[in-house]
């Protein structure tokens, strides 16, 4: 097993849930698929998914949610 | 009382358009920004700049108590909240006055009316300003509806009361086809939403978007004619121009009248504008909602009247008189605004945050550019995406049309993506050209240009003629 980070594709406005009153995406702990939804950029109001990019297990997050993140700043780990 | 501060609690291209009507009256100006507005020129141009918060919106330009404690720490005598964020919070407002204050803008009790639908509709139906027509409530009976679509005519909009986002929603253009949807769409509602109370409204098909500025002092209010907005994407305007080209003389008397009676009716201070759906077929008109602020697109209105709106409305929440008289406002040329947004046009309108290597501006007569932009400037990522706006003004509206082209041309904004080339096909088709569009033109027709707007992405040192 190999720990790797996940990195925010944009700059902008990091979110854990699709709606401030749903549920998180992901906890940590939780198996992901590639192609899962590990949160949300929001980049000059439109909202962009985040995906794992390989299937795994979240460690843990690097970036609360509604965090201001930059392009490539590492938002979650992954144990793959 | 006369403003002598003005603290201006806003970002972006306003808050510079603020800040240059402030310093023309000779107010001092205080600047809230939010860490990543720091190197904003709206920043570098004010006396005093207060940081209010973090990047995100709702820890920094919505955040009253911050923008309140920034007042009173630099001794601001008025707060100018400019569109969008705090600009139609009525408890704002009232905080604002509260706090020994000026609002500059309508009275908290406005807003709030004006912010009501229900109330909105009630004001304007007494004051003889027509809505779109339909059910005023729900309607439970197949009869009740079928009296009503009698008197609105067809095409009529069946929607389920519980329902929204568009669901449930029928159109029925004639009475057969009213009489064979209705109980499907009650029948539909009952099961989907446990509740079979429908609504019927008038379906009003290409409709323009035209609005109304006004201008009021409290007491009296004049109009400054009229804006059409009808080129949207997404509910977003991209271009919008002054005068409407579709308005004969007589229905725009009407409906300038009619937006001033409203107005009157809630004898409504500041700048002011009154939006309305108009059925180009049947010369009708239909309030939709009153914007209670500065409105993006107002320089198209200053550039064809010569009133410059924001100095207005600064002047009357000091405490002064509307100084224009209606006889006085007169209409000169065409003027048309774009929207220069960062957004890539050749991918699906794409946000494109980053840094502005490089920038050349139009100039000549009648060329106007009102942005945030500077060389060097880097836009950040947490607000909308509009950098500033375009705004040509001529004798009439081909050769607005010309020059806007023209401006396009001089226009270099490099290492961001922007609207740009968007404009530059507009300016060049047809229909724009002979002013033939509605609200749900632009949509389609982006879908029909998908190929050649893919191929307008500049290499980054396109060339510009200055």
Same mark, same amino acid.
């Given at each position: 097993m190999a720990t790797q980070q996940i990195f925010s594709p944009l700059p902008g406005i990091f979110y854990r849930k699709p709606a401030p009153d749903k549920p998180v995406y992901k906890n940590d702990g939780d198996a992901v698929a590639d192609t899962d939804t590990i949160g949300l950029i929001e980049v000059m109001k439109s909202f962009n998914e985040v995906k794992a990019g390989a299937a795994g297990r979240i460690v843990r997050f690097l970036a609360e949610n509604e965090e201001a993140v930059m392009a490539g700043q590492p938002i979650a780990e992954i144990d793959v | 009382m006369t403003i002598k501060k003005l603290l201006i609690a806003n970002r972006g291209e306003i808050a510079v358009r603020i800040n240059r009507a402030a310093r023309e009256l000779g107010i001092a100006t205080v600047q809230v920004y939010s860490k990543a507005d720091k190197d904003s020129l709206a920043v570098r141009l004010a006396d005093e700049a207060v940081d209010i918060g973090p990047p995100q919106a709702s820890k920094s330009y919505l955040n009253q108590a911050a923008i309140l404690a920034a007042a009173q720490s630099s001794g601001a005598d008025a707060i100018h909240p400019g569109y969008g964020f705090l600009a139609e919070n009525a408890e704002f407002a009232a905080a604002v006055e509260a706090a020994g204050l000026i609002f500059v803008g309508p009275t908290a009790q406005s807003i709030r009316l004006m912010g009501d639908k229900v109330a909105a509709r009630k004001a304007a139906a007494s004051a003889g300003v027509p809505t779109v027509p339909g059910s005023e409530g729900?309607?439970?009976?197949?009869?009740?509806?079928?009296?009503?679509?009698?008197? =609105?005519?067809?095409?009529?909009?069946?929607?389920?009361?519980?329902?929204?986002?568009?669901?449930?929603?029928?159109?029925?253009?004639?009475?057969?086809?009213?009489?064979?949807?209705?109980?499907?769409?009650?029948?539909?509602?009952?099961?989907?939403?446990?509740?079979?109370?429908?609504?019927?409204?008038?379906?009003?098909?290409?409709?323009?978007?035209?609005?109304?500025?006004?201008?009021?002092?409290?007491?009296?209010?004049?109009? +400054?004619?009229?804006?059409? +907005?009808?080129?949207?994407?997404?509910?977003?305007?991209?271009?919008?121009?002054?005068?409407?080209?579709?308005?004969?003389?007589?229905?725009?008397?009407?409906? +300038?009248?009619?937006?001033?009676?409203?107005a009157r009716a809630v004898?409504?201070?500041?700048?002011? =504008?009154?939006?309305?759906?108009?059925?180009?077929?049947?010369?009708?008109?239909?309030?939709?909602?009153?914007?209670?602020?500065?409105?993006?697109?107002?320089?198209? =209105?200053?550039?064809?009247?010569?009133?410059?709106?924001?100095?207005?409305?600064?002047?009357?929440?000091?405490?002064?008189?509307?100084?224009?008289?209606?006889?006085?406002?007169?209409?000169s040329g065409h003027?048309?605004?774009?929207?220069?947004?960062?957004?890539?046009?050749?991918?699906?309108?794409?946000?494109?945050?980053?840094?502005?290597?490089?920038?050349?501006?139009?100039?000549?007569?009648?060329?106007?550019?009102?942005?945030?932009?500077?060389?060097?400037?880097?836009?950040?990522?947490?607000?909308?995406?509009?950098?500033?706006?375009?705004?040509?003004?001529?004798?009439?509206?081909?050769s607005a049309i010309g020059k806007l082209e023209r401006a396009l041309a001089g226009l270099g904004v490099e290492g961001i993506s922007t609207t740009k080339p968007l404009h530059q096909a507009l300016a060049r088709d047809a229909d724009v050209q002979a002013g033939r569009f509605h609200t749900a033109w632009l949509e389609p027709w982006l879908e029909a240009h998908a190929a050649s707007l893919a191929m307008t992405s500049p290499p980054p040192s396109a060339k510009v003629t200055p």
């Open positions: - | 729900r309607l439970e009976s197949a009869d009740a509806a079928f009296a009503l679509v009698e008197r =609105t005519g067809f095409p009529v909009m069946i929607k389920a009361a519980a329902g929204g986002g568009g669901r449930g929603i029928r159109i029925a253009r004639s009475a057969e086809e009213f009489h064979h949807l209705m109980p499907q769409a009650q029948a539909e509602a009952l099961a989907a939403f446990g509740d079979g109370g429908l609504y019927v409204e008038k379906l009003v098909e290409g409709a323009r978007h035209i609005e109304v500025q006004v201008l009021g002092d409290g007491r009296d209010v004049i109009h +400054c004619f009229e804006r059409e +907005c009808s080129l949207q994407r997404r509910r977003q305007k991209v271009w919008e121009e002054a005068p409407s080209p579709s308005l004969t003389q007589a229905v725009r008397e009407k409906l +300038c009248a009619s937006a001033v009676a409203l004898n409504y201070r500041g700048a002011g =504008t009154l939006e309305y759906l108009y059925d180009e077929r049947t010369g009708e008109f239909y309030f939709l909602e009153m914007n209670t602020r500065i409105q993006v697109e107002h320089p198209v =209105t200053e550039m064809i009247t010569g009133i410059d709106l924001v100095r207005e409305m600064i002047r009357i929440a000091g405490g002064e008189p509307l100084r224009i008289r209606q006889d006085e406002v007169r209409v003027s048309i605004e774009v929207r220069i947004n960062a957004e890539d046009p050749a991918r699906n309108f794409l946000p494109n945050p980053g840094t502005v290597s490089a920038l050349s501006l139009p100039g000549g007569d009648g060329v106007r550019f009102d942005s945030m932009l500077y060389q060097g400037y880097t836009v950040p990522p947490f607000y909308d995406s509009l950098l500033g706006k375009l705004i040509v003004h001529d004798r009439d509206r081909p």
